[in-house]
């Protein structure tokens, strides 16, 4: 006969457990095990996980909620452990304010996102509390956010300013290019005057080099902008990847650029030059 009493002092001493350990420790199979702890969870001795380590549950006591975050969030994927976290963080989400991919996330995380339904005049709103979070207080979060909020004073928008472009842009690309060495094998114009996307021939000491490059006649130069420009040319497969722009980078978009090891070309409008940020030409 199986001691549950054993079972209970071994999960108090160690903390969630899989039935693996607790075979060790009554002396069965895993099989034996994995049932009897399922009778004990509907007898209400012990508690289960909905999440699975290895294809196994954790069975715990009451009372040792709080230990399962450590354990369970080393096996989740990344989209699931920010969104606990942000559960975590703000104690109570709205269900209909989170992304797609944050609905489909919090409802895999059930050990620790509990459901809350609020009925208004209109519709039934539901809420998601951190399991850890007393329901009175969750609650009284969920009747704040629910509230009706002051309208803002409207701020007077500014006119914007139209930005100008450099009509002789690409002609300057072109000429850099052709002072380098380096051949437009294609081009494709993707905004008039202002973005080309081109794949480029470009000779070093070790032979040929294809390169994808796009071209951006604008001020400033975003972190987007380079994201865009990387993703797209591991899309092409090429060597080397090229930002040719007569703008300025911002900061961010500046770390981007060296972190992802693209090469920055400065279009001199004066003198036409393949510059990059090391003052180094492309082909060195």
């Known amino acids: ?23 060790k420790v009554i002396g069965k199979d895993l099989i034996i095990t ?27 006591l009451p009372g040792q909620e709080q230990k399962l975050e450590s354990i369970i969030i080393e096996n989740l994927n990344q989209k699931d452990k920010e969104t606990l976290l ?15 991919l944050q ?4 409802r895999n995380l059930k050990d620790f996102a509990k459901p ?4 208004t005049e209109n519709k039934q ?31 007077i928008k500014k006119p914007r300013l139209k930005q100008t472009y450099d009509k002789d842009f690409f002609e300057k690309v072109r000429n850099a290019l052709e002072n380098d060495g380096i051949k437009i094998l294609k ?6 005057a202002r973005e080309f996307e081109l794949t480029l021939i470009v000779p070093t000491p070790l032979g040929d080099v294809r390169a994808f490059a796009i071209a951006k006649n604008k001020s400033k130069i975003n972190e987007n902008d380079v994201l865009s420009l990387f993703v797209k040319s ?34 001199n409008g004066s003198k036409p030059g393949f510059i990059d940020k090391g003052q180094r030409n492309i082909n060195q």
Not at 2 to 15: A, F, H, P, S, V
């Open 1 to 23: 006969m199986i001691n549950d009493e054993l079972i209970i002092k071994t999960i108090r001493m160690k903390g969630p457990v899989l039935p693996v350990d607790i075979a």
């Open 34 to 60: 994995a049932a009897h702890l399922s009778e004990m969870v509907r007898r209400g001795l012990i508690k289960s996980t909905y999440a699975r380590i290895g294809g196994s549950i954790l069975y715990y």
């Open 86 to 100: 942000l559960l975590k963080e703000k104690k109570v989400l709205r269900d209909d304010e989170l992304t797609p």
């Open 103 to 106: 609905r489909v996330s919090i």
């Open 116 to 119: 809350l339904s609020v009925n």
């Open 125 to 155: 709103i539901l809420f998601w509390r951190w399991h850890l979070f007393p329901i009175e207080q969750a609650k009284e979060t969920i009747r704040k956010i629910l509230s009706p909020k002051p309208e803002p004073e409207q701020k």
């Open 187 to 192: 081009l494709n114009e993707i905004k008039k």
């Open 234 to 267: 591991n899309q092409k497969k090429a060597s080397l990847c090229v930002l040719l722009t007569n703008g300025n980078p911002s900061r961010k978009a500046l770390e981007k650029i060296n972190e992802l090891n693209i090469k920055l070309v400065k279009i």
